[in-house]
């Protein structure tokens, strides 16, 4: 039996509640008999039930009482209405007053125990609804992201100010740094916070797709354009639309984008009319735009607007003070989840964590966390549940005191690159000195951009 699955069954003929109720259970429900309204409610006052089965014409009241009281007080929970009198009417009368479904007497109990799966289905998509709804405020509440972090502090600081200001944002960083839920944060921040967000993954699509995507198509536009559809920025008229990965669009997508954002009006594929759009505009990449407009690979302008406001999401090395508050966050909500035991972190393990440098990110951070808390066997979680035996040992071997000053500036340079994307005016930066410096340090270390090192090796 699962008890999850709370029914109450309201009918005042004894003999026919007795045998639905019993082919109820034999599905797993747990069932609450009742046959009076007055009672019903009662119990309906006292408790909570997920689906409720009510008999239109009860004593001790109406039918109808039941449907109002779960219609205000339950609003997640279906009734289904029977009736020795399943005239049109009251079938109609009932639909319109919220139930889920309305069955003749005496009932065809494969019918309603269908209905009832039906019924409880729904019940659990409103509650997950319901729980995304309460939870996603939580989730992107700025004092619900871990920001122990001085960097991150920033980062946050930055996301209260253009939250309230209508303006265009540009996140940039590594991948799994967390802009999609810095992008969420901004959204549900703002003035336009109570409307949905509307995201788009441009690196997810080809171009023709992404394009009917974004703008929407006539019936007839391509081939297999049966029918027509709205775009995602018509979707987001009123709204914010989150391009995540902007950095591999098509230069002819980035035109359409920027006349979207310029001109406040989109064509969708086609149509020769255009719809005027209010839309805010969040983008993402973890490609530095910069460069890919001083290599011709994006539209200078259309950087220049999606850039209005950028913030940049440092990666976790860069902010160690958040790891193992992140790590522990992971951990305990996970478990929660999945209904482990809540083991917590050997000593080890916590060192090995603050150690390792999680070149994914928070992203790789996560997925080894719940990794560890599904298959740990032990009573603490170790470095080997969480995979980082090999990379603590790793880490051990390219520790400080065994290099010399030639490979701590080496070590210190590739850091820096590494940091900064291999952009060097910025890795100069890091570093302290000028990019001509840097370029010479380049060329007398022999450091070079992997790609580079791996296309030698190919040729």
């Known amino acids: ?83 020795g009198h399943g005239t049109v009417d009251n079938a109609v009368a009932a639909m319109r007053q919220g139930a889920f479904d309305f069955q003749q007497k005496p009932v065809n109990l494969e019918h309603i125990r269908l209905t009832v799966r039906r019924a409880l289905r729904k019940a659990e998509l409103n509650h997950a609804y319901d729980y995304l709804r309460h939870e996603q405020p939580y989730i992107y509440r700025l004092e619900s992201i871990v920001a122990a972090s001085p960097a991150m502090k920033e980062v946050l600081q930055k996301v209260a100010v253009v939250a309230a200001a209508d303006v265009t944002v ?23 916070g109570g409307s949905t967000l509307i995201t788009v993954n441009c690196a997810a699509l080809p171009e023709t797709l992404l394009e009917s995507e974004l703008f929407g198509h006539e019936k007839g536009a391509f081939t297999g354009a049966h029918k027509a559809r709205i775009g995602r920025i018509q979707q987001a008229h ?30 969708p594929l086609g149509s020769a009319r255009s719809i005027q759009v209010d839309v805010r505009i969040i983008a993402a990449t973890n490609m530095d735009l910069a460069q890919a407009v001083a290599q011709s690979r994006f539209r200078q302008d259309l950087f220049y607007r999606l850039s209005v406001a950028p913030i940049h999401i440092p990666p976790l090395r860069r902010r160690p003070e958040d790891i193992l508050p992140l790590a522990e966050g992971f951990r305990y909500n996970f478990a929660v989840e999945t209904k482990r035991r809540p083991r917590e972190f050997s ?45 603590v040992c790793d880490l051990e071997q390219r520790s400080l005191p065994s290099l010399d000053l030639k490979e701590l500036e080496k070590l210190a340079i590739q850091t820096a690159l590494e940091e900064s994307e291999w952009v060097q005016s910025r890795a100069a930066t890091l570093l302290g000195i000028s990019p001509r410096a840097l370029n010479y340090k380049l060329d007398k ?7 580079l090192v791996a296309r030698r090796r190919r040729s």
């Open 1 to 83: 039996m699962n008890p999850q699955n709370q029914i109450l069954l309201v009918d005042h003929e004894a003999e026919p509640r007795r045998l639905l109720a019993q082919a109820l259970a034999q599905d797993g429900h747990q069932v609450t008999e009742s046959g009076r309204v007055d009672q019903a409610l009662t119990l309906l006052r006292d408790r909570g039930f997920h689906v409720i089965i009510c008999e239109l014409h009860t004593p001790g009241g109406d039918g109808s009482e039941i449907l109002a009281y779960a219609e205000e007080h339950l609003p997640g929970a279906p009734v289904i209405i029977i009736s």
């Open 170 to 192: 540009l996140l940039t960083g590594e991948t799994g740094t967390g802009k999609s839920l810095m992008a969420g944060a901004i959204h549900a921040n703002s003035a336009r």
């Open 238 to 267: 009123g709204s914010t639309l989150f391009l995540d990965e902007v950095g591999d669009m098509s230069q002819a997508t980035q035109a359409k984008v920027l006349r979207a954002i310029e001109e406040k009006e989109i064509q």
């Open 347 to 391: 000593p080890e393990a916590v060192q090995a964590i603050a150690a390792y440098q999680w070149p994914g990110n928070i992203r790789e951070l996560r997925n080894a966390v719940e990794r560890a808390v599904l298959f740990a066997s032990g009573p603490l979680i170790t470095p080997a549940d969480l995979g980082l035996v090999q990379a």
């Open 445 to 451: 270390l022999g450091l070079d951009h992997p790609n």
